[in-house]
């Protein structure tokens, strides 16, 4: 990420803008390591890569369908 902004730092700084704001995170680590303070959840708002294109489709969908 650019400027050592992690992205934790980053989704913060966009709820703050805009708290109804849907986020997704994905990495190369295990949630446990990715984790930093945020539930994490493997297949609702946690994917760790790599992926099948219809994992993302299906944590994409259920996180536009689910309410705040």
Request: proline share 6%.
């Amino acid at each position: 990420m650019p400027n050592g902004v992690t992205n934790r730092e980053l989704a913060d700084q966009l709820l703050a803008q805009q708290p109804d704001l849907k986020v997704i995170f994905t990495s190369g680590y295990t949630m446990n390591l990715a984790n930093s303070g945020t539930e994490l959840r493997e297949g609702v708002n946690f994917l760790q890569k790599p992926y099948p294109i219809r994992a993302l489709a299906k944590v994409v969908r259920d996180c536009l369908d689910r309410k705040s």
